[in-house]
Each structure stands twice: as C-alpha cells, then as structure tokens.
C-alpha cells in the first residue's frame, strides 16, 4: 500500500582487525565481523509477496565472516 509507515530496523555489525609485520613482507590483517549481531528481523509488509522490503531490508539475519590481507 502506497504511503504504509514501515517500522525502524536497526542493526549491530561489530568488525574486530589485528594487523602485524610478518618477516619481511609487508604487513598482515586479519578481520573478523558479524553483519547483525542481534539477529534483528527486517520489519513486516503486508503488500508485497516476501512479507519485507526487499531493496532495504535483508532477511538473513545473524551472518559472520573473515577476511585476510597480505600487503607485499
């Protein structure tokens, strides 16, 4: 429906990185993160088939990753 007031949606992401010298090369990054860390879910919508505004919001809820970056 057209002008339907949609709840807020806030979400935690938390991102933690370590960078060290490693010998000679140059240095190295290590990161770890979780992209919502409340398992918050995306606020309801009666008007559309998925039940959430898909441009906006993601339903995938809690998700964690890793990344690594070696600088030569």
């Given at each position: 429906?057209?002008?339907?007031?949609?709840?807020?949606?806030?979400?935690?992401?938390?991102q933690y990185n370590y960078r060290w010298?490693?010998?000679?090369?140059?240095?190295?990054?290590?990161?770890?993160?979780?992209?919502?860390?409340?398992?918050?879910?995306?606020?309801?919508?009666?008007?559309?088939?998925?039940?959430?505004?898909?441009?906006?919001?993601?339903?995938?809820?809690?998700?964690?990753y890793i990344g690594i970056q070696?600088?030569?």
């Open positions: 429906m057209l002008g339907e007031d949609i709840d807020s949606w806030t979400t935690l992401d938390l010298q490693w010998g000679n090369a140059g240095p190295l990054s290590l990161t770890f993160g979780i992209i919502n860390a409340t398992d918050e879910d995306p606020p309801t919508r009666d008007d559309v088939d998925q039940g959430y505004d898909s441009v906006t919001h993601d339903p995938r809820g809690r998700r964690f070696q600088s030569f």
